[in-house]
């Protein structure tokens, strides 16, 4: 004997009813969620897109900028040897030149060969006199009447100057 029996379709369930609704109110919100993902990230991938170049740029700029600052600290270092260079050579030229006044040779100045650097008139007058005469023992003198005389000087003579300008060791 077999029974008859059947079996009610779980489809028709009320539990079933709200599992189906429940599951289709969970799909919409999904494909919501998936379609605001979509939006995002295409946001995103725009910006992204948008970022790369301007970083590009930056970072050749940045490039550039090393660059730059390196040719800069190579032309100071170059600035910086020729300025040392020239204070030197001002620092030389300065303790060669003699100006007006009464110098002593191997101590006041060197020894040595010098010129006026400039013409001068005839209102100008020099002397060479040994040392520790005061101006009596005259080794040698002029009132040059132009030019730009030049006097050897050796130690142990007085050089003394009158209008002549400035004296430059050759």
Known sequence: MAFGTTLPDPKTSDAYAALADE????EIERDAAQSSYAS?????????????APESKVS????????????????????KAREEAVTGA????????????TWTVGSDIEPGTYRAS????SSRYWGIYATGS???????????GGGRPSVALSAGQDFKSSRCGKWEKQ
């Not at 005061?134 to 040059?144: A, V």
């Open 23 to 26: 599951k289709a109110t969970v």
């Open 40 to 52: 995002v990230k295409g946001k995103y991938d725009s910006l992204q897109g948008g970022i790369v």
């Open 60 to 79: 050749a700029r940045e490039t550039e900028v090393g660059k730059a600052g390196a040719a800069v600290k190579t032309a100071e270092a170059a600035v």
């Open 90 to 101: 001002e620092k030389a030229k300065a303790a060669n030149t003699i100006s007006d006044g």
């Open 118 to 121: 400039a013409d001068v008139g």
């Open 134 to 144: 005061n101006g009596s023992n005259i080794i040698d003198n002029d009132l040059p």
